[in-house]
């Protein structure tokens, strides 16, 4: 089954408003990891969250880890039209050998 | 220091042909994973390797499908008598170091088979 599944699929915005998306995994982790896909593009990385964390902060960047709930979430603060891309979450397989990404949610922030 | 390189970015391929795809990890890294994204999908692990090891292949489809990652020069994916389910953007990323270790991606390969 499937570790990493964000929440919403789709989110519209407008330019200066902030975009939160939510990740739910079933396994324990220990870390988890958020990237960015701008269309037709690769991955980027954006940050990584180690399970003894519970927030951290990168830019505009701030990211959440609830390990009791098995979730986190990714929020984009004042957020701007080159935010416009896919946001997926990220983590390990149990061998510890590969991630395992969410479908994803596809952010569109219109100016 | 560059990041991944792979090639070729597009790549367009017949059915019963064969595909190779290439990836460089990024300098000092020396474990390579591919992955490939269907359309509106997430990526799927494929492959890990290191230097001239398969270490896990759980994500590979069982036939036609095969990697290689050389003492010397870049990882090579191979696909074999290509499909049109085949069609997809496959992705390599590299690490420092193994498991929980950021993985960087490079801009991936779009196959598309006729």
């Known amino acids: 089954s499937q570790q990493g599944e964000e929440d919403p699929q789709a989110l519209s915005i407008q330019e200066g408003e902030n975009a939160t998306m939510n990740c739910s995994y079933k396994t324990s982790i220990n870390n988890l990891q958020w990237y960015r896909q701008n269309s037709g593009r690769g991955l980027v990385h954006l940050i990584l969250?180690?399970?003894?964390?519970r927030e951290k902060h990168s830019g505009r960047l701030r990211v959440t880890l609830d390990t009791s709930k098995k979730s986190s979430s990714l929020l984009i603060t004042a957020s701007r039209a080159a935010d416009t891309a896919s946001y997926f979450c990220?983590?390990?397989?149990?061998?510890?050998?590969?991630?395992?990404f969410g479908k994803g949610t596809t952010l569109s922030v219109s100016s | 220091n560059a990041g991944v390189m792979q090639n070729p970015r597009h790549l367009v391929r017949r059915r019963g042909q064969e595909a190779r795809l290439r990836c460089s990890p990024m300098?000092?890294?020396?474990?390579v994973y591919w992955y490939r994204q269907l359309p509106e999908e997430g990526l799927k692990f494929m492959v890990y390797?290191?230097?001239?090891?398969?270490?896990?292949e759980s994500g590979m489809p069982k036939e036609r499908f095969s990697a290689e990652f050389p003492k010397e020069g870049p990882s090579i994916l191979r696909i074999q008598q290509v499909v049109r389910g085949d069609s997809a953007a496959y992705f390599c990323a590299s690490s420092q170091g193994a498991g929980a270790d950021t993985q960087y991606f490079g801009p991936g390969t779009r196959l598309t088979v006729l």
């Open positions: 990220a983590t390990l397989n149990q061998a510890g050998t590969a991630l395992i």
């Open positions: 390797l290191q230097k001239e090891n398969i270490i896990d």
């Open positions: 969250i180690r399970s003894n964390e």
């Open positions: 300098k000092g890294h020396s474990h």
